[in-house]
């Protein structure tokens, strides 16, 4: 674990949409941490104590606050969102629980951005149920961050060890994915790519882009991408002093990172990127969040109904992104 001072900002963790395993993933790291900062955790506390339940584990004492200024000792709970539905029920999209999970959200963004706490890690939100809520532009995290901080460039950033992966897009569909391979956004997510991970601790990262076509694009006999948008991005970042390769194909890309050669992968959609992070170790695989004006790390899994409130929830994604946010914080990321 990185050496923290011993007055640093809490760290804010959501708790997530409850009908999901956020809360008990949450209880599960909770019974057994030994913090080396303060933990705040924001959500509901019924949804906490459920989860806990569920884990069948005991919750140490989290106190509860009404600011993070307020918080002393190890852990403490700012309660937000509504009381628990007297209809509730675990792996259900219910509106109660997706008006907890997006406000939770907004109050560790809105703390991160005046400063209250250090870094944000969250718990998966269902997107069903936040629309039933009403937030029908937020289509996840990324996007309720980006409205909050303001934020014109966004990029997820999925990180393994061994392995990291930044996205082009990611909540697109496939047509309108390859659709948004283009030289001014290839080369924008570039410079993003590049910006952030400089200032997390890498030098000079070193960033391979994926190619879109199989085999990129054979010469143009398979789609001129590769031609036409993704090497002329890559010529332009190259030119700006961005260590940036390819673009190469992505049946190769991949494992010339895990071998060492490159430092992060442009993925250029969802799936290619996820499959390639979840396949090599998903359980230790986390999220960030790029563009933002903090630091935003994630579980890389969803709320995954089909086992929620059965206790057999694996925590060790959620334990990842603490750690992770914590690396960043302290600039050891490359370390």
């Given at each position: 674990?990185?050496?923290?001072?011993?007055?640093?900002?809490?760290?804010?963790?959501?708790?997530?949409?409850?009908?999901?395993?956020?809360?008990?993933?949450?209880?599960?790291?909770?019974?057994?941490?030994?913090?080396?900062?303060?933990?705040?955790?924001?959500?509901?506390?019924?949804?906490?104590?459920?989860?806990?339940?569920?884990?069948?584990?005991?919750?140490?004492?989290?106190?509860?606050?009404?600011?993070?200024?307020?918080?002393r000792g190890p852990f403490g709970l700012l309660q937000i969102?509504?009381?628990?539905?007297?209809?509730?029920?675990?792996?259900?999209?219910?509106?109660?629980?997706?008006?907890?999970?997006?406000?939770?959200?907004?109050?560790?963004?809105?703390?991160?951005?005046?400063?209250?706490?250090?870094?944000?890690?969250?718990?998966?939100?269902?997107?069903?149920?936040?629309?039933?809520?009403?937030?029908?532009?937020?289509?996840?995290?990324?996007?309720?961050?980006?409205?909050?901080?303001?934020?014109?460039?966004?990029?997820?950033?999925?990180?393994?060890?061994?392995?990291?992966?930044?996205?082009?897009?990611?909540?697109?569909?496939?047509?309108?994915?390859?659709?948004?391979?283009?030289?001014?956004?290839?080369?924008?997510?570039?410079?993003?790519?590049?910006?952030?991970?400089?200032?997390?601790?890498?030098?000079?990262?070193?960033?391979?882009?994926?190619?879109?076509?199989?085999?990129?694009?054979?010469?143009?006999?398979?789609?001129?991408?590769?031609?036409?948008?993704?090497?002329?991005?890559?010529?332009?970042?190259?030119?700006?002093?961005?260590?940036?390769?390819?673009?190469?194909?992505?049946?190769?890309?991949?494992?010339?990172?895990?071998?060492?050669?490159?430092?992060?992968?442009?993925?250029?959609?969802?799936?290619?990127?996820?499959?390639?992070?979840?396949?090599?170790?998903?359980?230790?695989?986390?999220?960030?969040?790029?563009?933002?004006?903090?630091?935003?790390?994630?579980?890389?899994?969803?709320?995954?109904?089909?086992?929620?409130?059965?206790?057999?929830?694996?925590?060790?994604?959620?334990?990842?992104?603490?750690?992770?946010?914590?690396?960043?914080?302290?600039?050891?990321?490359?370390?």
């Open positions: 674990m990185p050496c923290m001072p011993s007055d640093a900002k809490p760290l804010a963790i959501t708790l997530g949409d409850p009908s999901g395993i956020g809360a008990e993933v949450a209880a599960k790291v909770l019974a057994e941490a030994q913090p080396e900062v303060p933990w705040l955790l924001v959500g509901a506390r019924w949804g906490l104590e459920l989860g806990a339940q569920a884990a069948g584990v005991e919750l140490p004492d989290i106190p509860s606050v009404t600011s993070a200024k307020a918080l969102g509504p009381d628990q539905p007297a209809d509730f029920s675990f792996g259900k999209v219910q509106v109660a629980c997706g008006h907890a999970a997006v406000q939770a959200v907004e109050w560790a963004a809105e703390a991160c951005l005046q400063g209250s706490v250090a870094a944000m890690v969250t718990c998966p939100i269902n997107k069903a149920a936040i629309h039933a809520a009403g937030y029908v532009d937020d289509i996840g995290h990324q996007e309720i961050l980006a409205r909050l901080s303001g934020a014109d460039w966004t990029a997820t950033m999925l990180m393994t060890p061994g392995l990291r992966v930044a996205h082009l897009s990611t909540h697109k569909s496939l047509l309108e994915a390859a659709r948004y391979v283009k030289h001014a956004t290839v080369l924008e997510k570039l410079r993003l790519v590049h910006d952030t991970l400089h200032a997390w601790g890498i030098a000079s990262p070193r960033i391979a882009v994926a190619a879109l076509n199989p085999h990129g694009g054979e010469g143009g006999l398979l789609g001129r991408e590769e031609i036409d948008e993704l090497a002329p991005a890559v010529a332009d970042a190259q030119a700006a002093g961005i260590a940036a390769s390819g673009p190469i194909p992505a049946d190769s890309v991949f494992n010339r990172a895990i071998n060492g050669e490159f430092d992060v992968v442009l993925a250029l959609y969802h799936d290619q990127g996820h499959i390639a992070i979840k396949v090599h170790n998903f359980h230790a695989s986390t999220t960030a969040t790029l563009g933002i004006p903090f630091v935003r790390t994630s579980v890389d899994h969803g709320t995954a109904f089909d086992i929620a409130g059965q206790g057999v929830a694996d925590p060790r994604g959620l334990l990842a992104a603490i750690r992770t946010a914590e690396q960043i914080l302290v600039g050891a990321l490359g370390g």
